[in-house]
Every structure is written in C-alpha cells, then in structure tokens.
C-alpha cells in the first residue's frame, strides 16, 4: 500500500523520473519546506523530526506502509481526500472530499463534512477541537497523528518537574471522552 499523496520510487532511475517529470511537484515541496521550519536531530540510533507549526503525521494505510510523512497544517481550510485535495489520503470509506480542517490563530478543528472521521478512536459527526497527540482515523483505515507544537510545550511547562507525560495524556484522553459524551447529550 502506498502513503496518501506521495510519489512511491521503487529504485533511483523510478525517483531520477520522478524528479523529471514532476517539476511543478518539486517547486511546490521546496516551498513547503521552506514555509515549514523542521529539526533533524540525531539521536543516536534514531531521527527526531521536529517542527514549530501544527501538522499532522500519516501513520500510513496499513501494515505495509514503511513512510513517515509530516503534513503541515497551514493557517485556514486544509481540504483532505481523493483527488485535488491540499491533503490526498485514500483507502476504503474516504470520500473524495472527505472532510477540512481548519486552522485559526492556533485553535485547529476538524470537520467531517458528513464522512467518517473518529478521533482518539470516537467517531465525530460534528466540528471538534483537535489537542495535542490525538490519533485521527479517516475512513477506515487512513490514520494520522494530530501535533501542535506550540500547546505540547504549553502543557510540558504546566507539568511539575519529574512529573510523568503520560498523566497529561490520560487527561486528554478523558477530555476528549467527556466532550464526546456532552455532543451525544445534545443530539
């Protein structure tokens, strides 16, 4: 299975045509890094990827997918779904204009347009408010991690020193059920 929305190369002559034939591609990936700042650390055995704006990372379509590819979030709509979407992501139950989401002055809601969009593992129907970590689901099988840089580093400065991560993410997790709980209350 391939990752939504980027070129797949098997060998260095399929990227070398790849890079030939895809000029427009390559003008708009140079301005796309260039708009989005992002950190390479070494840190040892691995690669850290850090960036300063939100962005989301694609878990990729299934078992087979071996890429990590970071989205960035610009401010306004960002459309995602097959076809000419600012995101294309594909796989059973994604709609060609599957759902948008929108980035204003740092406060980022997606909205499911009617399609099936499940955050933290619940699915959502209506606009919700996307925190820092949550897990999207678009479709059945097109899974992505939500980053907000600028709130992660709020929430690390509101820890207590040695203060464990993982409380901060029981606590969004039970934010998030208990916001599901307040929509199924008012339907």
Do not use: W
Not at 5 to 34: F, K, T, Y
Not at 64 to 86: K, N, V, W
Not at 135 to 163: D, I, V
């Amino acid at each position: 299975m391939q990752d939504p929305g980027v070129p797949q190369a098997d060998s260095s002559e399929d990227m070398d045509g790849l890079n030939v034939n895809m000029p427009e591609c390559r003008g708009q990936i140079h301005q796309l890094l260039q708009s989005t700042p992002l950190d390479l650390i070494e840190t040892g055995k691995g690669l850290k990827f850090q960036a300063d704006r939100p962005h989301l990372v694609s878990l990729g379509s299934g078992r087979l997918s071996t890429a990590i590819t970071l989205l960035p979030l610009a401010e306004g709509r960002t459309t995602l779904g097959h076809g000419p979407m600012d995101i294309n992501i594909q796989g059973p139950g994604v709609a060609a204009q599957h759902c948008y989401i929108e980035h204003r002055s740092g406060v980022i809601t997606l909205h499911p347009c009617g399609n099936l969009c499940a955050v933290d593992g619940l699915q959502v129907t209506q606009p919700v408010r996307l925190s820092q970590g949550c897990m999207l689901c678009f479709g059945q099988s097109a899974f992505f991690r939500f980053n907000h840089p600028e709130e992660a580093f709020r929430m690390k400065s509101m820890m207590p020193p040695g203060g464990s991560s993982s409380t901060g993410t029981s606590t969004l997790c039970a934010g998030m059920e208990a916001a599901a709980d307040r929509t199924r209350l008012t339907r």
